[in-house]
């Protein structure tokens, strides 16, 4: 590329998420998606889903609500266009959330055995029993 392609190309704008926090107003409104910063406070009137669905990501990370929501092609392209920089690097693990326990751990089984060791147990003490009763009334 000349010249003029590296003068198009700017430098990436990082931002704080103690900043973007911030910009959760009627005058401001950022929310991060895949760690990009994005304004959207002069798309909050256009959003077809509302703008109180933007409204509730304001100032912090609507990546998953974004997702979810299967957005299309030309959605994300015009999403794009309102990006304004990106999460600061040394921010983005504290966008990490921990798994969620129910979700990642499966129920502890019970071993083989011990699941047939209650019920012999049970079986031997009673053919012990009824050996017991049976024996005496002889």
Known sequence: M???????????????????????????????????VYDVTSFLEEHPGGEEVLREQAG?????????VGHSTDARAMAAELVI??????DIAKLIKP?????TMSPK???????WLIPILAAA?????????????Q
Request: hydrophobic share 30%; charged share 25%; with cysteine.
């Open 2 to 36: 000349g010249e003029d392609g590296d003068k198009k190309q700017s430098a990436i704008k990082y931002y704080r998420l103690s900043d973007i926090e911030q910009q959760n107003t009627f005058k401001s409104t950022w929310i991060i998606i895949n760690n990009k």
């Open 109 to 115: 089984q019970p071993s083989c055995w011990s699941s």
């Open 60 to 68: 912090g990370d609507g990546t998953e609500s974004f997702e979810d």
């Open 99 to 103: 798994p969620d326990p129910l979700m």
């Open 125 to 137: 003490v009673a053919t012990l029993v009824y050996r017991l009763l049976t024996a005496e009334s």
């Open 85 to 90: 920089g990106e999460l600061h690097p040394e």
